[in-house]
């Protein structure tokens, strides 16, 4: 928690399990052993693809009877060989993978998974052009039909959270592209990978944080 550590204990790593149980992890695997490392951290959150949480049914369950809600994000969109656009699930498809599994499962729903990538834009351009401006009123169109969906289902409007789109923790200067989008969503939402080339330092956290929701 923040404030909690001062001086030389601020700068003290986490331990793995702590870090997890505060926080929580990302999920691509859901065999036994996943499920078992999982179920050893204690970790209450743990974040996937609404693909994984369909093909893992079972495992989604066992996870949450033990106590470890979900955050689960409708994949990728991106162009590969620079023709064909990879949706990401549509509100609808969202929506009936939540209540499918069970809403009790599932603590946060969000749209595209780290859109804030030059890469990504460019992509998308190449096979839809549009320019940026374009790029950025496709997913802001996006986030406010995820949030028209759960807010009118009644299994789902007061117990899942409609959140705003998978930040990346870098090119967060391109954040604020989006525009405003704070009437159709419950919280922000931002991750980073300890080991990839962006060290989830403390700094880079917090900047990244504030950058979303600036």
């Not at 990504?120 to 996006?142: E, M, Q």
């Amino acid at each position: 928690t923040a404030g909690t550590k001062t001086g030389t204990a601020s700068q003290q790593a986490t331990e793995a399990n702590e870090f997890v149980n505060r926080c929580g992890c990302l999920m691509q695997q859901f065999d036994e052993n996943a499920i078992s490392a999982k179920l050893a951290l204690k970790g209450r959150f743990s974040r996937t693809s609404a693909a994984s949480v369909r093909n893992n049914q079972a495992a989604i369950r066992r996870l949450g009877d033990a106590g470890v809600k979900f955050v689960i994000h409708g994949g990728v969109y991106d162009s590969p060989g620079g023709t064909t656009v990879r949706e990401p699930d549509s509100a609808s498809v969202l929506l009936s993978t939540v209540k499918n599994v069970g809403p009790q499962y599932i603590v946060g729903v969000s749209v595209v998974n780290e859109p804030n990538h030059q890469s990504k834009i460019d992509a998308i351009n190449r096979a839809v052009g549009g320019g940026a401006t374009a790029y950025w009123a496709y997913l802001k169109d996006k986030q406010q039909k995820l949030y028209a969906a759960f807010k009118a289902d009644a299994a789902v409007k007061d117990s899942v959270f409609v959140l705003g789109p998978c930040w990346a923790f870098n090119e967060e200067k391109l954040i604020p592209d989006i525009g405003n989008i704070d009437p159709w969503m419950d919280a922000h939402q931002c991750h980073c990978y300890a080991k990839a080339r962006n060290i989830a330092e403390r700094p880079d956290i917090y900047r990244n944080v504030a950058a979303a929701f600036e």
